[in-house]
């Protein structure tokens, strides 16, 4: 309990100062974690046991480490199924501790004269309150993201802070689905929106704050064909100095996305628009509005006993400033899984994402990625982004026991088009050579990765990748080897 105590005059000296309303937000995650302890700590009368030798079970040296480990496992049930009237509270949420150390980048980019040695803290808390007929929900996550003692502060980060958010409201909607026994429902307020394997729409969750977190207002439908979603919204800045975070003014986005059921594989068909009508879009022939329109699909399945699949495609068109868009981004992958022990899978991936071939044509050809992740597919350092990006992947995962998997993936990055630039994951161009003389070979990296899942609910991950640079990196400037290290401890509830 000592620990408890600690931890809430640490978060209550924090967070209490200067702002009511994160004190608030504050006293709520100290008030879960308590009950939290209650929950898993009950008097010593209710767990109190008769001795092996009268009940002939096995001694408690020898029952202990399984009763511990369910016991672990199940604390949480007592914050489930929690009666408020006639609705039903579930209380989880997440903690997060990681270490890092960043050589030869940070998490904005690529740099060699950088070093950053840091540790990340992230707490989530939920609270659904529900009932389940009609189907109706209110559901409230607040998150608090800490890093210590990076190099990187505040200033550092001009408008999304990626690492750093002090008790703020990360969702915050309503939903009702099958409104009067329909197929229609909706869903409206701050939200997390991810689809498929992230790659098109994903929340980005390996980052401290989150890459998208939405101000959204979505109407659903469901059939026994089609899943459904329509919705319009705005992406959320995440802001230390701010509180709650405002969602940026620009650009708004138009979304449907279908999911095809009873089929024996996954098929979705998406349509998204991004519109900034603020003039501030500065494209090769002048500066002007941003409407681009992004039609696509998603596939993935198993076949043939042993083998997986995946397909994404995505076209896009419209207009980037006085340009015209004419990209696409395109990604498949194909696996097998070993009928051994180990269950080795060996994984061939291809990501593509257009660049753009003559910088003065007046045709934008690079592609944005539209509202994807960057954090799962294009390297664990992030160095890159789905824009004039050619990814080649190797990929070997073995599963040695139920509770253990290692990773090892292997990345050679070129650029799509040798004239256009690098991009980060923020979609900001980090080194180009407008003649196309640097050539396009951007380099390979090579990532190990283990995952150790004691206990349901609790993880620990530790990674290891390096980034050795080739042609076009060592003739557009400083060129030495990235190396990135993190170790992760992860509980949910």
């Known amino acids: 309990m000592n620990r408890i105590n600690a931890v809430c005059r640490y978060r209550s000296r924090i967070m209490f100062v200067g702002n009511p309303a994160r004190g608030v937000c504050a006293a709520c995650v100290i008030l879960s974690f308590a009950l939290a302890y209650a929950a898993e700590e009950k008097p010593a ?16 040296i020898e029952t202990g480490k399984k009763a511990a480990a369910e016991t672990w496992e199940r604390w949480n049930e007592a914050l489930k199924d929690l009666p408020i009237g006639p609705l039903k509270l579930d209380i989880g949420g997440e903690l997060r501790l990681r270490y890092e150390d960043q050589d030869a980048f940070d998490v904005r980019r690529y740099d060699p004269a950088a070093r950053d040695r840091l540790l990340l803290t992230r707490a989530m808390l939920d609270f659904n309150l529900r009932m389940d007929d009609p189907k109706v929900n209110l ?3 607040l998150r608090d993201a800490h890093a210590v003692d990076s190099r990187l502060k505040e200033n550092d980060f001009p408008q999304n802070n990626p690492i750093e958010d002090h008790c703020d409201i990360r969702q915050a909607y309503i939903q009702w689905l099958r409104i009067g026994g329909s197929p229609f429902g909706f869903k409206a307020g701050r939200q997390q929106i991810n689809y498929g394997d992230q790659r098109v729409f994903g929340p980005g969750l390996w980052g401290n704050t989150g890459r998208y977190a939405w101000n959204a207002a979505m109407l659903k439908a469901e059939t026994d064909l089609l899943d459904v979603d329509a919705w319009v919204g705005r992406f959320i800045e995440n802001r230390p100095d701010t509180w709650p975070n405002r969602a940026f003014p620009d650009p708004t986005a138009f979304v449907a996305y279908v999911s095809v059921k009873k089929l024996p594989v996954r098929l979705d068909f998406f349509y998204a628009a991004r519109y900034d009508p603020s003039g501030d879009t500065r494209g090769e022939k002048g500066v002007g509005d941003l409407i681009s329109h992004s039609p696509g699909f998603q596939s993935e399945g198993k076949f043939a006993g042993h083998f997986d699949y995946s397909a994404t495609f995505v076209a896009q068109f419209g207009e980037y400033g ?18 051994i022990p180990w269950k080795p899978r060996l994984a ?24 994807g992740g960057a954090d799962r597919f294009y390297g664990d ?13 190797l990929d070997l995962r073995i599963e040695p026991t139920g509770k253990l998997l290692i ?3 292997y990345h050679y990055f070129t650029l799509d088009r040798s004239k256009d630039a690098w991009y980060t994951t923020g979609l900001r161009p980090l080194r180009r050579d407008i003649t196309g003389a640097s050539g396009a070979r ?22 290891y990748g390096i980034f050795e640079p080739g042609r076009f990196v060592r003739s557009t400037g400083k060129d030495d080897a990235a190396h990135g290290f993190f170790l992760q401890f992860r509980q949910t509830f």
């Not at 009368?45 to 408690?60: I, L, R």
């Not at 006085?322 to 899984?337: H, M, Q, S, V, Y």
Request: hydrophobic share 45%; aromatic share 16%.
């Open 348 to 371: 061939a991936r291809f990501a593509w994402g257009s660049g753009d071939g003559n910088p003065g044509d007046g045709v934008h050809e690079t592609f944005d990625g539209v509202f």
């Open 407 to 409: 990773f090892a993936e």
């Open 442 to 463: 951007l380099g390979w990296e090579l990532d190990l990765r283990a995952v150790w899942m004691p206990f349901r609910g609790f993880e620990i991950m530790v990674g």
């Open 139 to 141: 559901f409230l996550q």
């Open 381 to 393: 350092l992030n160095l890159f982004f789905w824009s004039n990006l050619r990814d080649y992947e």
């Open 322 to 339: 006085k340009d015209r868009i004419e990209a696409f981004g395109a990604a498949a992958a194909l696996g097998f899984t070993a009928p």
């Open 45 to 60: 009368a209710e767990t109190e046991e008769k001795p092996a030798v009268e009940t002939g079970e096995k001694p408690a």
